[in-house]
């Protein structure tokens, strides 16, 4: 049995495409650029672009589960072709975000809540993963902590629960190799609410340095961050963060401990792990 991996390239789908290759299951990757893939010796590479409906069926053959990363352009065409082709069984790497009001409106949502409402109305088996706020996201404080600058945040002390991306692909691999999470809707989170503030104190171990805060306006965020992003999603983010300052510490969902029986990655060990990439710029 086949299983296809889309978002090959992303850290989750590397993770998840090792972890199956090991377990002596055949899995083909998958991307828009099959050429840039780096794969273990060997696992097929496919060409599969969402929004390219004639790329579909050649990936597809043969494949009897599909982990997928949420794509709306295309998704009722795709849908189409693994039902076609057989498919059985596709796991979504969907988002908590799809839970939030208007949820249909909203940038961060939508994206995923599409896919997820194509493939509820297919006849596929779906089980849909629903990751809170990635451990990977402090990434993007990686140049002003490099340059020996200070993090400049709106709110922070807003609350969140980050999961560590190599849980989200030991959670996807149980799901495609096990059947306790077969077709069910799961949120998943690290296993401690962390503020912003609470995060740069544990990177700060991690890099041997203090990293200095700095709290701004949301009008001096909103311009800083509309440099690299759309308004609308500077401004779901923006409340998205000015929600979670004001409502205290996360909520912990499931993780690995709940799901699996093994204790969940912390923060710390994420930073750990990437503490050069702090160091780089």
Known sequence: MTTLVTGARGKVGQALITRLHSAGLTVRAASARPAE???????????????????FASALRGVR????YPQPAGIHDLVEA???AGVEHVVLLSSSSVLGPDAENDPLASHSLKVERALAASDLTCTFLRPDAFASNSLGWARPIGRSMPVQLAYPDAHIAPIHPEDIADIAFEALTGTALTGRSLTLTGAESLTFREQLAVLSDAVGREIPVEHISRA???QQMSGHMPAPMVTSLLDLWE????HG????ADTTETLLGRPARSFR???DENAAAFTRH
Request: net charge negative; no cysteine.
């Open 37 to 55: 893939l780096t794969v273990p010796d060997g696992v097929e590479t496919a060409e599969l672009a969402l929004d390219r409906p004639e790329t």
């Open 65 to 68: 589960q599909v982990f997928l």
């Open 82 to 84: 693994a039902e076609a």
């Open 220 to 222: 001096e965020a909103e």
């Open 243 to 246: 929600a979670a300052d004001a």
């Open 249 to 252: 510490p996360a909520t912990v």
């Open 269 to 271: 060990q994420w930073a």
